[in-house]
DNA sequence: TTGAAAGCGATACCAT
DNA sequence: ATGGTATCGCTTTCAA
């Protein structure tokens, strides 16, 4: 049993209507200001709403304005628990309150991205009456023609590189990845390698090539690495035994292609009992607040979540919308892993 | 623009019907099964829906109906960022596979606690015809009356105590303080301390001061902090500087009541050149995945996450609901923190 | 400024 | 087994 008071028959527009003596359009046009309304009438309106607990029923105003006033957002169920990805908590709160300004509510759920899934779900948002979809790109290409198919707008965030024909955005991570790498060749590390991911074109591999070249160094060696705390621990067992195997070249600094990574690499290292920076110094990606909280800290190129997360909604929710890629700048984060005195904390 | 093709005007019902040669309510008796229908006919309906591409309107079923199959997921967006909470992305994904099992989509929203604002959520969600709300409790208690009255089932997670009237689950909070503590005095530290909030109801804390009985050793000292990393560091700083005003009688173990605290503690340790579990030995409260990769690995007291969210579902779809509060066992997760040798990982 | 009434798309009752 | 049709609660012309 549910054991409850007997809930009275919800209030429906028409009571209200009845007890403030006017016809249920006109408490529409009170309550969305759709229409001039006098103002007594507005009162009387508004007092019955009060009086009754009144609530648009939303389903039906969806079904009639083929609106829910929602966006949902879809992030990743990938192998490293979803939701844990330190982005996504960031993005989700920024998501929320943008949408929420703007009058919509937001629908935060996780898929796997195997194309047919993700299609599946933007089908179901459209049932729904969604308005728009974020999308938190995962590594996996979307099929963006079946997608638009669906009628829904959508806006794929966490994205690196302009894809024809989708509306997305994404930190410069060529340029964070210079900016990170400079930084540290500037402590004097001699050269510098790379965690991260095996794949050449990836951004962030690029711009520390780049900033290698520009230093004139040779680029330190290349460890492929998952991007998850098991894949940079993975890592960084094979860069301390490539060290031990050959102590005259080993590298003295890495950039780690993100902060999840960088944290597994921290891990190795300890357990190897290789000293950060004194031995081999770090620096990561992202600036989540794992890397504040790594020992040593980690300094990391921060991302601008929170002005992605705002113009995603914006640009989502524009009229003239447009396909292209805006490209974010971020900001370096200082702290002991790379060399650099802590500063607090 | 939008500059895809001119989305054709879906499909509804009726064309389906139309197409098919039968009534809108065949259509409809043949999609959900409310009524038989002829084999062949059937054969023509399915046919007619996969040529439309129709899918069935939820915004008008819901109306009709009065259920979005649709259950909302109420986390605390509170001063540590919302959805970081290390537990939120584990019951997240959990409750929303145990949700979609059973037919229903999960909606997840992050609110503050006050009170108005949660009873505001309710009543937005009774407007979307949202069919239940798991609520994840902060340490904010509900106005479980007030939320009664919106007329929602609900259920709240991650409750240490029973209330009245309320439905509710957690793990046993007690039994695994008393645990962790047990475990860490067998290391033969002498006397163990505690890291938690200043809360005498606790029951992490009587847990602990039962534990420390049992074993018939004074209880450690107590230390109050937020369960926050910063919180945590702030605690180990204080402990630190105990330490140092009085090193004879200052304790070789801590149990701290959350692993983000610990993380924190950690981290002050670090910062003063503390060696754990040298020095000073660690256990933790939650077995999340920071508990993993922090140094030292923390031993950590898991709670069962995933049986706690599908039971939470279970009970919240149950027709027979009750207000019972559900006690659920947790498992010591053994790492070097403790003292333990360092088991793999 | 206000009211009457036509749907939005689905469900389910009542006939047949 | 199948078909008409009232109905869910709201928005929005169109007239008054």
Chains 1, 2 share one sequence.
């Not at 195997?114 to 290409?141: C, K, M, N, S």
């Not at 492929?224 to 070249?249: K, L, Q, S, Y």
Request: hydrophobic content about 40%; glycine content about 10%; overall charge negative.
């Amino acid at each position: 049993m549910t054991g409850g008071t007997p809930t009275p028959r919800k209030a429906t527009r028409r009571d209200v209507a009845r007890l403030a003596g006017v016809s249920d359009a006109v408490v529409s046009y009170t309550l969305n200001g759709t229409a001039p309304v006098a103002a007594t009438t507005a009162e009387r309106v508004l007092a019955a709403v009060e009086q009754l607990g009144y609530r648009p029923n939303q389903a039906a105003r969806a079904l009639r304005s083929g609106s829910a006033d929602t966006l949902a957002f879809l992030v990743p169920s990938s192998s490293d628990p979803v939701f844990t990805n330190p982005f996504f908590g960031e993005y989700a709160s920024t998501l929320e309150a943008a949408a929420r300004d703007r009058g919509y509510a937001l629908y935060t759920t996780a898929t796997s991205f195997h194309p047919d899934e993700v299609l599946a779900r933007f089908r179901e948002f459209a049932a729904r009456q969604i308005d728009g979809v974020l999308v938190l790109a995962g590594d996996t290409p979307l099929d963006s023609t079946a997608l638009d198919r669906v009628g829904l707008p959508w806006i794929a965030l966490n994205v690196a590189t302009r894809e024809r024909g989708v509306a997305s955005l994404g930190t410069d991570l060529r340029a964070g990845a210079v900016a990170t790498t400079t930084h540290l060749l500037e402590h004097g590390h001699g050269s510098v390698g790379f965690v991260g991911q095996d794949d050449p074109s990836e951004p962030r591999y690029i711009g520390w090539l780049q900033a290698c070249a520009a230093a004139g160094v040779p680029a330190g060696p290349f460890v492929a690495a998952e991007v998850t705390r098991p894949g940079g621990r993975d890592a960084g067992h094979r860069i301390v035994d490539d060290r031990a195997a050959d102590p005259g070249r080993a590298p003295r600094a890495f950039f780690v292609a993100s902060d999840r990574t960088a944290v597994g690499v921290l891990r190795a290292f300890h357990e190897r009992g290789i000293r950060v920076p004194e031995d081999i110094a770090i620096a990561s990606f992202d600036g989540s607040s794992e890397a504040e909280y790594a020992w040593p800290g980690l300094t990391t190129f921060r991302q601008p979540v929170d002005e992605m997360a705002r113009s995603a909604v914006t640009r989502l929710l524009a009229t003239d919308r447009d396909h292209a890629h805006e490209l974010f700048p971020g900001e370096l984060v200082l702290r002991r892993s790379c060399g650099c005195p802590d500063a607090g904390r």
